[in-house]
């Protein structure tokens, strides 16, 4: 007969989530994990610092994360200080993520989520198994209005998925880093919108008859208005969709 504590691990494996779980940590394992993130940031800053003095960017500054499944790319943008509107900073590739196009459903179903979200600084964890991570939040509110469970979905390193998208450990190193500046510097939370691909007309009406394709023309809806405005849309939603609105 398994233990009750080998029935929890078990379940949590199966969720995709169990290596990430954010324990406790004592006043020497938070000190510990502060000088980790610490010697990342002195390896890392100065030469991205000199990428983003070639854009004109600042650390710090508002952050906005777009990834694209088919393409396999996670685009990171930061406001520009004049004028309010996000430049793409760098795109960068997606190492793998579980499941194919369409949206996750359901706890154990492998699949990467597609949808709208966003990570405050209580989702940010510099000590994951999977090198640095944050938590995507889903289920959002429209998916549990929809029924659909599942938990501890990431962007995350070491390149190795169930369920989240993994970047390569270099990769993630400079997302994580921007990301917490950005929340440091007082951006309360970042939004992260999740795309089954490029959501151009022509590549949507290839979708069209398909199970997902009123789905994914909703997901459109966000995609365009941040093409059009270059800010990230206020979204919201109701039990039909998501909608959206000027940030």
């Not at 990428?51 to 952050?63: C, R, T």
């Not at 921007?178 to 939004?191: E, I, T, V, Y």
């Not at 199970?211 to 059009?228: C, R, T, V």
Request: hydrophobic fraction near 35%; proline fraction near 7%.
């Amino acid at each position: 007969m398994f233990k009750p504590l080998t029935i929890l691990l078990l379940l949590l494996m199966i969720s995709g989530g169990w290596l990430l779980l954010r324990p406790r940590l004592s006043a020497s394992s938070k000190e510990a994990v502060s000088l980790r993130v610490e010697k990342i940031r002195q390896a890392v800053m100065p030469r991205l610092q000199t990428e983003l003095d070639a854009k004109n960017l600042q650390p710090g500054s508002p952050i906005f994360i777009r990834i694209f499944k088919e393409e396999k790319i996670l685009e990171l943008w930061i406001e520009k200080m004049e004028g309010g509107r996000f430049e793409l900073f760098k795109s960068y590739p997606i190492c793998t993520f579980s499941g194919t196009l369409g949206p996750k459903l359901s706890e154990g179903d492998k699949q990467a989520p597609e949808g709208f979200y966003f990570v405050p600084p209580t989702r940010m964890n510099p000590n994951s198994r999977f090198h640095l991570s944050f938590n995507l939040g889903y289920p959002n509110t429209y998916e549990r209005s929809q029924g659909r469970t599942g938990s501890f979905l990431m962007v995350h390193g070491n390149c190795v998925s169930i369920g989240c998208y993994a970047m390569g450990d270099r990769q993630i190193e400079e997302i994580y880093l921007l990301a917490d500046a950005a929340l440091k510097g007082g951006q309360p939370f970042f939004r992260v919108h999740c795309f089954p691909f490029q959501m151009n007309a022509d590549r949507l009406k290839k979708e069209s008859g398909k199970q997902w394709h009123p789905f994914w023309i909703n997901l459109k809806q966000g995609y365009d208005h941040f093409e059009k405005h270059k800010r990230p849309p206020n979204v919201s939603s109701s039990q039909t969709g998501y909608l959206f609105s000027d940030s």
